[in-house]
């Protein structure tokens, strides 16, 4: 996982598609929050881009959960500053090692799956901090995510681009959902088009929303300037450099049997 923490002050310019995809799951998800103030758990809560939708719903609670404490803090602050009045409390820990103190009516988690080690054994374990007839939201990146910078990175340096951020189709996601007792209500999904002015503002933006491997870093001079060069083939008429996000937004509930 890249380290949140080190990147926090700068995540919120950086992370468009981050928005995008949490804005886009905030709408799927309001057809299946009950009518009264809901119960809601905001898991890998990041700097609060969701947090801050599901505070402006004036929950009974809300819960928002992340594993780096300076994205808390962010967080903390935008919720201090907007909705004081609400009832939230903020947990600094793994989602995958979480076990809450009350039950939710929606359990959110937005462009943070992709970071988890287990994600059939957590989904066993969150199937039972869902109140009845309570959702799943997820917003996950597709297979289609950053197809540009992972074959600009291959055309620059002959090797596959390395990153421990998982990606998935919205058929692999219902599958795996599916075998955890899970079943899909609703999905919407999208490419989203993130432009920059060059290459450099586009790797360095990359680097600074917490994606790893695309920086320079792990690549020698030569590499790192072809890869700049590459990276100029995807332009428009718009801007120098153009990546793809697949924004995946989904509503699962557990089923009956389980
Ligand atoms: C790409 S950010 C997304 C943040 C936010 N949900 C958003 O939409 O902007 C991923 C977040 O997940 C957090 N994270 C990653 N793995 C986690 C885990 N196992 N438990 C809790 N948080 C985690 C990171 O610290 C980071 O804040």
């Known amino acids: ?24 799951l905030f709408e799927l998800s309001l057809d299946y929050l009950p009518d009264i103030p809901p119960v809601l758990l905001d898991l890998g809560c990041g700097t609060g881009h969701l947090s801050l939708d599901l505070a402006s719903l004036f929950p ?12 808390l803090e962010i967080c903390k602050q935008k919720l201090q500053a907007n909705f004081s009045n609400v009832k939230w409390r903020l947990f600094e820990n793994d989602a995958e090692n979480f076990e809450p103190d009350i039950k939710y009516d929606a359990i959110y988690c937005s462009a943070t799956i992709q970071w988890f080690n287990e994600l059939p054994v957590f989904l066993e374990k969150l199937k039972k901090w869902l109140n009845p007839n309570g959702v799943l939201c997820i917003g996950a990146f597709g297979e289609k995510t950053l197809c540009e910078l992972r074959s600009a990175y291959f055309e620059a340096t002959g090797r596959h ?9 919205s058929d692999k996601l219902t599958a795996i959902f599916k075998e955890s007792g899970f079943k899909l209500q609703d999905q919407v999904e999208c490419i989203y088009t993130q432009g920059f002015e060059s290459s450099i503002a586009a790797l360095k933006t990359l680097g600074n929303m ?29 801007f120098a450099v153009n990546f793809s996000w697949e924004l995946l937004a989904m509503i699962f509930r557990v089923k009956p049997s389980q």
């Open 210 to 238: 917490g994606v790893t491997g695309a920086g320079k870093k792990s690549l020698n001079r030569v590499e790192a300037q072809k890869l700049k060069e590459v990276l100029l083939k995807t332009n428009n008429e718009n």
């Open 1 to 24: 996982m890249p380290n949140f923490s080190i990147k926090a002050s700068k995540y919120d310019l950086a992370s468009e598609p981050q928005a995008e995809l949490a804005e886009g």
């Open 60 to 71: 009974r609670h809300l819960d928002c959960l992340d594993i780096s404490k300076e994205m």
């Open 161 to 169: 681009l390395e990153t421990k951020a998982k990606l998935f189709s």
